[in-house]
C-alpha cells in the first residue's frame, strides 16, 4: 500500500469537570487527509484545502508529529501529505489535535501498524504542543482511541478508554469567534483552592462511575466545573445565557 485517506476526527475535550484529562470524540465531524510514500526521504505538506495553514513542516502541526514518528524510522523513503481541513482552527473542537493524530495514523497504516496507538499518541503530542505551547492530550487520545478516554498521566503516557452510551449525543454550539489554546490556557490561575479542588475530583470520580454505570442522573451532576469554567467562560461572549438555556431545554450539561 502505497497511499491512504484518512478521516481524522473532531473531539470535545476539558469535558465540564475533566480539565486537562477528559475527552470524547465527535463521529461526524473532521478532517481528511491523504498521507502517501514518496521516493524523497523526510516529510512534505504537498495540499492544503479549507484553512490557510503554513506548508512548512516546522511550522504545521500535522508536519511536527508527522516529524517526530518519522525521526524513529528507519526508512529508504518519505511521506507527502495532503490535508483537506475541515475543522476550523481555534474553534474548540480539536483542530490541532485532528491534524497531530491525522498524520501519524495514516503514516503508521502505510508502515505495517508497527506503533500502537499510545506510541502515535505519543509523537502527535509533539504537534499538538506547537499549537498549545505544552505538552497536553486530552484531544489528541480521543481522536486516536474514539470514544470516552481519560489522560491519567502525560510522562509516561497513559491512556483510558471509558464506556460511550449509545443513547449519549453531543450538541456543538460555535459562537463564531476563534480562541487559541495557548490564549485560554494563559487566562488561568497557576492555583486552586481546596474546596474548589475536593469538589473536582469528586465529579471527575464521579462522571467516570457514571459512564460505567449509564447513571445518566449523576452524569449529570457530575458535569460541574468550580476551577477552569469560572475563568474560560469569560472569553465566550453570552456564555452564561446560552448554557442556562440548554440546561432548560434538557441537556445533561
Known sequence: MKEVKIFSPATVANVACGYDVLGFCLDTVGDEMVIRKSQEKGIKITKIEG???????????????????????????GFEIEIYKNIKPGSGIGSSAASAVGSVFGMNELLGKPFNKT???????????????????????PAMFGGFTLVKSINPLKILQLPTPRDIYATVIHPQIEIKTSEARAILPSKVEMKNAIIQWANVGSFVHALHTNDYELLQSSLVDVVVEPFRSQLIPEFNKVKSAVLETGALG
Open 119 to 141: 506510541q502515535l499518541t505519543e509523537f502527535a503530542i509533539k504537534g499538538e504542543a506547537l499549537a498549545s505551547q505544552c505538552e497536553h492530550a486530552d484531544n489528541l487520545a
Open 51 to 77: 484553512f490557510d495553514l503554513p506548508y512548512k513542516i516546522e511550522e504545521n502541526v500535522a508536519g511536527v508529529s508527522a516529524l517526530a514518528m518519522y525521526k524513529v524510522l528507519n526508512v529508504d523513503f
